[in-house]
């Protein structure tokens, strides 16, 4: 269960207050994986950074009774000082998992090599998507935040990306920010639309889709 009560959040941008959510409850489907459209700059990133913890709203209060993971795509919980292994390692006691296993399958999946010992600031864009991608599937989650990345690197290895992925979510939900109407339509059950601050649930991703394209 994910509960999002009275969430409110803004930023300061060239010297005005821009609020991007507007006292938002909202109560998440528990056995049903969810897409969330909105346009850019309506606050879906944020929003799931908030659901997630990684970002605290201004005003309110996320409630869930289950293990949520970051948000896929979103690298910004590394600390660049360490290296991919010494940050496997904190992320794995955070979340009280058994920190050789975790770190052993982040070490095997993103295929880093002798990197993955260096500074994460060394890491380009693309590795770093690779081992946070590799660390989230390395920690059994019940909800798994995608903020529009599903797979990186090349055929194969999005290839294998894809096919841990559906493993995963024969026993585990999604939340998942896109664009990609086709991408939403092959991971989600139903959609939301954040528009002007709220969030609005659909029951289909047809009926949200009709809505997306005439925002």
């Not at 910004?76 to 399958?105: H, K, M, P, W």
């Not at 690779?130 to 690197?153: C, H, K, N, P, W």
Request: aromatic share 10%; glycine share 8%; charged share 25%.
């Amino acid at each position: 269960m994910i509960e999002l009560l009275n969430i409110s959040k803004s930023y300061r941008v060239n010297g005005k207050t821009n609020r991007v959510l507007q006292n938002i409850s909202f109560m998440f489907p528990t056995d049903k994986s969810i897409g969330i459209l909105g346009l850019n700059g309506a606050g879906k990133s944020t929003l799931l950074r908030i659901i997630a913890g990684v970002e605290l709203p201004d005003e309110g209060e996320v409630v869930k009774d289950c293990r949520v993971s970051w948000p896929i795509g979103f690298k910004g919980g590394f600390n660049a000082s360490l290296s991919g292994e010494e940050n496997c390692r904190f992320i794995a006691r955070i979340y009280g998992q058994n920190v050789d296993r975790v770190t052993g399958f982040a070490y095997e999946f993103a295929e880093l090599g002798r990197q993955f010992y260096d500074p994460i600031r060394t890491y380009s864009s693309g590795m770093k998507a690779r081992l946070a991608f590799g660390l989230s599937m390395a920690i059994d989650f019940d909800v798994y935040m995608i903020d529009e990345v599903t797979a990186v690197g090349d055929k194969r290895f999005r290839d294998k990306c894809n096919a841990l992925f559906k493993e995963r979510r024969q026993r585990s939900t999604v939340i998942m920010v896109s664009h990609s109407m086709p991408t939403i339509r092959e991971y989600c059950d139903c959609c939301a639309i954040l528009a002007r601050g709220s969030l609005q649930l659909y029951e289909s991703v047809e009926d949200a889709e009709k809505v997306y394209e005439a925002l």
